[in-house]
T-cell receptor, first 114, second 113 residues
């Protein structure tokens, strides 16, 4: 059974802290994605990675960075957390590379920055 | 630019049929996907249309018209458990980039008894 796991379900951090969100998939997928989801705004793509050490910016990369050192693990980093980064963060992976239409999502991390 | 439009809310009664429309504007279009998300849950993949026409999967069907940049999700024999948010998403590729999905803002479906 396909599985995507995220390191925390809930996280509370202070403004200015460095925050790491980790995502692991066990399906040997090439593609991995980080989204944030806010009420009324749907899912917005932050970064994605189609191979180890490869990354591409999505629609809202400002204030975030990513790391993919191993195929199964994709990390999202908030260099200096701010209150406007309070959100639900969703990680996903996909077996398709060119057209990743079928994505498998993790349970999400609800991050609160105070 | 890239954009998707879908209704924000739809209400229907149990046993009825409901159609959720999605219009899109994007470059490098590959296909239209649909996802379901229950409150507090993760999005799950429902269907995909790369070509024009209707795809049927049990009670759910999805339609695409590439010439009209339009698609819809059709849910038949509605059940209470279908109450959820439904997202359309378009596969898109930018020059010099790998493909990714652009999601709509979602349609919250409420099924009433």
């Amino acid at each position: 059974d396909v599985k995507v796991t995220q390191s925390s379900r809930y996280l509370v951090k202070r403004t200015g802290e460095k925050v790491f969100l980790e995502c692991v998939q066990d399906m040997d997928h090439e593609n991995m994605f980080w989204y944030r989801q806010d009420p009324g705004l749907g899912l917005r793509l932050i970064y994605f990675s189609y191979d180890v050490k490869m990354k591409e910016k999505g629609d809202i990369p400002e204030g975030y960075s990513v790391s993919r050192e191993k195929k199964e693990r994709f990390s999202l980093i908030l260099e200096s957390a701010s209150t406007n980064q309070t959100s639900m963060y969703l990680c996903a992976s996909s077996p398709q590379v060119t057209d990743p239409y079928e994505q498998y999502f993790g349970p999400g991390t609800r991050l609160t920055v105070t | 630019g890239q954009s998707l439009e879908q209704p924000s809310e739809v209400t229907a009664v149990e046993g009825a049929i409901v159609q959720i429309n999605c219009t899109y504007q994007t470059s490098g279009f590959y296909g239209l996907s649909w996802y379901q998300q229950h409150d507090g849950g993760a999005p799950t993949f429902l269907s995909y249309n790369a070509l024009d026409g209707l795809e049927e999967t049990g009670r759910f069907s999805s339609f695409l018209s590439r010439s009209d940049s339009y698609g819809y999700l059709l849910l038949q024999e509605l059940q209470m458990k279908d109450s959820a948010s439904y997202f359309c998403a378009v596969g898109s590729v930018r020059e010099g980039s790998q493909g990714n999905l652009i999601f709509g803002k979602g349609t919250k479906l409420s099924v009433k008894p």
